[in-house]
């Protein structure tokens, strides 16, 4: 337990022993522990951090939950790491939760965890409640990257939206991002849950293959 009254666990201390180490700053050492003598925003991270490859969500959150009672206000980089623990955890509810409070603490929100948000809650079923996700993340104009718009395309193609797959994936491609062959997949995928034969999703690729850009435009 650290001055300030936080018990940090072996598993955390390492963490934080390293990072202090590595960043040539002063510990104070009582027999073999070394307690850190100074709490801030980074070492929160840190320990959230290391909370997540512990995959013990329960302090992860009661961590973050102690800053705003020890002096330290949560940086967008906190809320990420929660976030992304809690959906990747599959307990998108609580991670809508610390995203709402991001959003209140007038933090930017990025993509990435409104990306990891929609795979959490495709992963669990509830397609509805994904494709809201998407379409806040269209207002926000956060659909911008690879990894997002492949999430998308992987949804859509789950839940049979071959319309808006097709849409998805024209989009991407006109503002220049390139898909890759996993994206061509979901695209197929969505295609047959339509009607389309599987010969000729089939003939759309080999097309690709020979000549990828008359391919690339058939594709949409």
Not at 11 to 30: C, K, N, S, V
Not at 58 to 67: E, N, R, T, Y
Not at 91 to 104: I, V
Not at 199 to 206: G, Q
Request: proline fraction near 2%; hydrophobic fraction near 40%; charged fraction near 20%.
């Amino acid at each position: 337990m650290d001055e300030k009254g936080l018990e940090i666990d072996g598993y955390t201390q390492f963490a934080l022993t390293r990072m202090y180490i590595e960043a040539g700053m002063p510990l104070m050492h009582t027999g073999s522990t070394a307690i850190l003598w100074m709490l801030t925003v980074l070492v929160f991270n840190v320990m959230i951090k290391a909370y997540r490859l512990a995959q013990n969500y329960g302090k992860a959150c009661h961590l973050f939950d102690s800053m705003e009672s020890r002096g330290v206000v949560p940086d967008k980089c906190t809320y990420s790491s929660i976030i992304q623990i809690l959906a990747g955890a599959d307990l998108p509810h609580k991670a809508k939760h610390y995203l709402k409070k991001m959003q209140e603490a007038g933090l930017f929100t990025d993509c990435i965890s409104y990306c990891v948000l929609i795979s959490s809650v495709k992963r669990l079923g509830r397609f509805e409640e994904a494709i809201q996700i998407t379409k806040q993340t269209r207002e926000l104009v956060l659909l911008t990257d690879l990894l997002c718009y492949n999430n998308v395309l992987g949804l859509y193609a789950l839940d049979g939206r071959w319309k808006d797959a097709v849409g998805t994936f024209k989009e991407m491609v006109e503002a220049s991002i390139q898909p890759e062959d996993y994206m061509f997949n979901s695209l197929g995928i969505a295609l047959v849950k339509c009607g389309i034969s599987k010969k000729a999703v089939d003939k759309l690729e080999a097309t690709k293959k020979n000549d990828y850009q008359n391919g690339l435009q058939a594709w949409m």
